[in-house]
């Protein structure tokens, strides 16, 4: 076990965690973002350095400060170590860099773009990134490709998380897509736009930060914030068959996989109940999906509120009216 | 000329074959070290040597490979970088071309020391021709006994390999440069673990530079104190300088370290003065990735005292009045030379060369080259000058392999010391359409004139 601090707050992991996990587990307004890090996936983090944080303190044996930012989703904690996030302006300045970098080449189409509503960059950019952009060039461009029957690629809204990539080579047995090119014409490409058909494809589309990789039956058929995510599951022979619907009235617009609170799927799901069931009497629908409130979807979730909870939360918003600050909201640790 | 351990016998017809170069006194550390010696002791030998990687980073070898995991049960490996692709870089290829069997006899030595069974020498894809040379000198090496089973009766076997990239500056990134060697795309690995932990097939792994690895035969063949008297101070050794630019005489040069600046850019042994009896105005002293330095930073010190060719010497200061000695490229500029010209050329190469997996560097190097080529082609504006600076800044430190520090250094220290430079292109677009502006109307600095 080891003893890590994070912004200030001490807590006790395995050995060998990593110092985002760690912050996971303490919860709240410390854990830093993660773009490429994704934790049932193998191998990945480490690319998108917005989950920079400062380590003040390397471990207790060692003290010294580790002289440059460290990506928190990589590097495993140690005990007695001291990790400054939001409590570091060199750590903010840094993450606001890369979120402008992200940008630079990101079209910015939100008004037509899939994603908009559950998209990580867009909350990214609002939580870190800047109102306004100094970048005056062209931005690089890229045709649409579809691969396969069921994914279109936009290539110019990824932002090279490496993800999907590791979908294909970690949950199906045929790699048939990777990166091409490289620096800033480096591209996600399957070979010669060779179709990607495999049972388990349609997880890239889920683990897409962006809209580069979305869901062609679902393509431009409604906002996600105007559609009732409801937790649904069916048996299904290739998967475990628990999934969210996406529902407008009785009528199922898409079938994803259920994330957690950080956007993460643990149970991936097959294309099967993805795109053959879109028929509400094939589910067995469970209730409404918690979704996080400071979410856009939250805009229409009819979720059952606790009056209690509803009181306090009002009460809140009252004595920040007075212009007293606004005190932690309530899901919020300490 | 001062004294040469490595380049000595250059001059010697026929040196590229092994029956020339064994006559010269060739593999004499292999039989020094594997008849006489233990593997530690040659190790001991290198760390007494002081010797440090001839890469760019200056790492001691010596420690370098008493960090190899000897406990592990895996194989152990030895990777020699000839991955050599630095604008401004060429002293391995004029090594390997000119004298291969030194480089394979370093081999033969370093890997009895590391315990390697079968090494590998990555070499760049564009020496191709380097490659057969290279081979050729293996299956010399392997007909007389030196490479294979057995090496010379003992019980010490070793297998050598050359491996060409494919024309990718980043494999020259040890961790790119495995990964590319194990046959996939050559992106940096996140450390830890280190190579020599888990390095090449996961096993523990030595990467050394070219020149580091030659280094080794006269290491072994003088020992390591009598090498340490080499040179000055941390900085033992000779080295291999590849010198060009506006200068006499380019081409590489072995020195001891030590040699003042002074006297390498203007003593006739070495560049042999600036062409044309023009101005020194700046030095790239290793490689494009070091920041520059105006001609009077280069040849003295901020505090006043000469600069010496040393790793000491160069980065005093640090990176607001100094530099580094890197992988020795030294490029010199005459005082018709466009600063911002240059600083497009180079930034246009890590722009070509950013391997697209972390986002500061893929997406800031491209975002550099176009504001440059924006200021150098008169469409600039004051502003952007901050921008770049700012752009550096969030480079630097914050990707995953050196790469991103490569491209942001030379941008931060170009407008750290030629900020004037760069205003002059912002206020005069018409003055800087011609690519040659310099050559007609050499730039003439306030700050000089004050001086003067």
């Known amino acids: ?334 | 000329m001062g004294r040469q351990l490595l380049l000595e016998h250059i001059a010697v017809p026929g040196i590229e074959t092994f029956e020339v170069y064994r006559k010269m006194g060739g593999y004499a550390s292999v039989e020094k070290a594997l008849k006489t010696m233990t593997p530690d002791q040659v190790t001991e030998q290198v760390k007494s040597s002081g010797l440090r990687g001839r890469g760019g980073a200056g790492f001691p070898a010596g420690m370098k490979w008493s960090f190899l995991d000897r406990k592990s049960d895996k194989p152990r490996y030895l990777v020699c970088n000839a991955d050599e692709s630095e604008p401004g870089t060429f002293k391995d290829r004029y090594l390997m071309e000119k004298i291969p069997h030194l480089l394979v006899e370093g081999m033969i030595t370093s890997s009895y020391a590391l315990g390697a069974k079968t090494s590998y020498i990555y070499i760049r894809g564009e020496y191709m021709y380097v490659l057969q040379i290279l081979e050729k000198a293996i299956r010399e090496a392997y007909a007389a006994g030196f490479l294979g089973k057995n090496i010379l009766g003992t019980d010490y076997s070793l297998d050598l390999y050359v491996h060409p990239g494919a024309g990718a500056y980043i494999c020259g990134e040890e961790t790119a440069l495995l990964e590319s060697l194990e046959g996939k795309r050559g992106n940096p690995r996140l450390k830890p673990p280190f190579p020599a932990i888990a390095g090449l097939y996961a096993s523990p792994t030595v990467v050394n530079n070219v020149e580091t690895i030659a280094a080794v035969v006269p290491i072994v063949n003088l020992g390591g104190d009598e090498y340490a008297k080499v040179g000055v101070g941390k900085s033992t050794g000779t080295k291999l300088i590849s010198a060009s630019g506006h200068i006499n005489k380019p081409g590489v040069y072995e020195i001891e370290l030590g040699l003042p600046v002074e006297e390498f850019i203007y003593s006739d042994q070495y560049c042999g003065g600036i062409w044309k009896g023009r101005k020194l105005k700046a030095v790239v002293a290793g490689g494009s990735s070091v920041p520059i330095l105006p001609a009077e930073l280069i040849l003295k010190t901020a505090k006043g005292e000469p600069r010496l060719m040393t790793y000491e010497s160069l980065s005093e200061g640090g990176f607001i009045s100094g530099t580094m000695l890197g992988s020795g490229g030294f490029i010199v500029m005459d005082e018709t030379t466009c600063i911002v010209r240059n600083l497009w050329t180079f930034a246009r190469f890590y722009h070509h060369e950013s391997c697209g997996q972390c986002s500061p560097c893929r997406e800031g190097t491209g975002w550099m080259e176009k504001v440059l080529h924006r200021i150098e082609h008169g469409h600039g504006q004051m502003s952007d000058i901050d921008l770049l600076v700012d752009v550096a800044k969030k480079i630097e430190g914050n990707t995953i392999c050196p790469l991103g520090d490569a491209a942001a250094w030379p941008v931060a220290s170009a407008i750290r010391h030629f900020r004037e430079e760069f205003e002059y292109h912002v206020k005069f677009p018409e003055k800087v359409k011609n690519p040659k502006h310099f050559e007609i109307e050499p730039f003439v600095s306030n700050k000089q004139l004050v001086m003067a």
Not at chain 1, 106 to 112: A, R
Not at chain 1, 212 to 224: I, Y
Not at chain 1, 253 to 280: P, S
């Open chain 1, 1 to 334: 076990m080891a003893k890590v601090t994070i912004d200030g707050v001490e807590i006790e992991v395995a050995d060998g965690t990593t110092i985002l996990n760690a912050a996971r587990q303490l919860g709240g307004a410390s854990v830093p973002p993660a773009m490429c890090y994704y934790s049932s996936l193998k191998g990945s983090g480490g690319k998108c350095r917005v989950c920079l944080v400062k380590v003040a303190q390397g471990s207790g044996k060692d003290p010294r400060p580790i002289p440059k930012l460290v990506a928190s989703c990589s590097t495993p904690v140690a005990d007695g170590m001291v990790v400054q996030n939001l409590t570091s302006p060199e750590v903010l300045e840094a993450r606001k860099g890369v979120v402008e970098f992200l940008l630079i080449n990101h079209p910015l189409d939100c008004p037509v773009c899939d994603q908009a509503g559950e998209c990580d960059l867009q909350n990214l950019a609002y939580e870190h990134g800047a109102s306004t952009t100094r970048y005056e060039e062209e931005r690089r461009t890229f045709e649409k490709i579809d691969i396969g029957d069921k994914i279109k690629l936009h290539m110019t809204r990824c932002i090279l998380c490496y993800r999907c990539t590791m979908v294909a080579n970690q949950l199906t047995d045929n790699r048939v897509h990777g990166v091409l090119n490289r620096g800033d014409a480096s591209e996600i490409s399957t070979y010669i736009e060779k179709a990607v058909d495999n049972d388990f494809s349609g997880n890239m589309i889920d683990v897409c930060p962006v809209g580069a990789l979305t869901d062609k039956t679902f393509r431009f058929k409604s906002r996600v914030w105007f559609t009732k995510p409801m937790d649904a599951h069916r048996s299904c022979t290739k998967c475990s068959g628990k999934t969210v619907l996406w529902m407008k009235d009785n009528e199922v617009l898409r079938v994803t996989a259920r994330k957690d609170q950080y956007g993460e799927v643990k149970e991936f799901i097959c294309n099967e109940c993805r795109y053959d069931h879109k028929n509400a009497a094939d589910w067995t629908i469970e209730g409404p999906r918690h979704i996080d409130r400071h979410s856009v979807i939250a805009q229409n979730h009819y979720e059952k509120t606790d009056l209690l909870t509803l009181k306090k939360e009002i009460e809140r918003q009252i004595e920040f009216q007075k212009g007293k600050p606004l005190p932690l909201a309530l899901n919020e640790k300490k």
